[in-house]
């Protein structure tokens, strides 16, 4: 059984800073690609950023010089340090992991709980 368990969310004022944090948890022979996605009430869920077992990054650019993806494989975490934030990054935050149960070429995509992330004016 393969978890994702998040923390880090809560309530900021505009301008300030969060850091989320995802463990990656269970029999898992492999991790490629790590993220954070996040969801508002009535939309679709939205790619916040991505990095691969690479260490290469992908974000959105509503999100490019604000928030920075990184991640410890050793401790199958990834982390989202979120700063300059603004009332409409307030979402629940989702940690996603493309990983291998085995060493079979099969991948497999897992989601957190959701974390919520609020910004207040």
């Known amino acids: 059984q393969v978890q994702l368990v998040e923390s880090g969310g809560g309530l900021v004022q505009a301008g300030g800073s969060l850091r989320l944090s995802c463990v990656a948890s269970?029999?898992?022979?492999?991790?490629?690609?790590m993220g954070w996605y996040r969801q508002t009430p009535g939309t679709e869920r939205e790619l916040v950023a991505t990095?691969?077992?690479?260490?290469?990054?992908n974000s959105a650019d509503s999100v490019k010089g604000r928030f920075t993806i990184s991640r410890d494989a050793a401790k199958n975490t990834v982390y989202l340090q979120m700063n300059s934030l603004k009332p409409e990054d307030t979402a629940v935050y989702y940690c996603?992991?493309?990983?291998?149960?085995?060493?079979?070429?099969?991948?497999?995509?897992?989601w957190g709980q959701g974390n919520q992330v609020t910004v207040s004016s």
């Open positions: 996603n992991a493309i990983l291998a149960l085995k060493n079979d070429g099969s991948w497999y995509q897992y």
């Open positions: 990095i691969t077992s690479g260490g290469s990054t």
């Open positions: 269970g029999s898992i022979f492999s991790i490629n690609t």
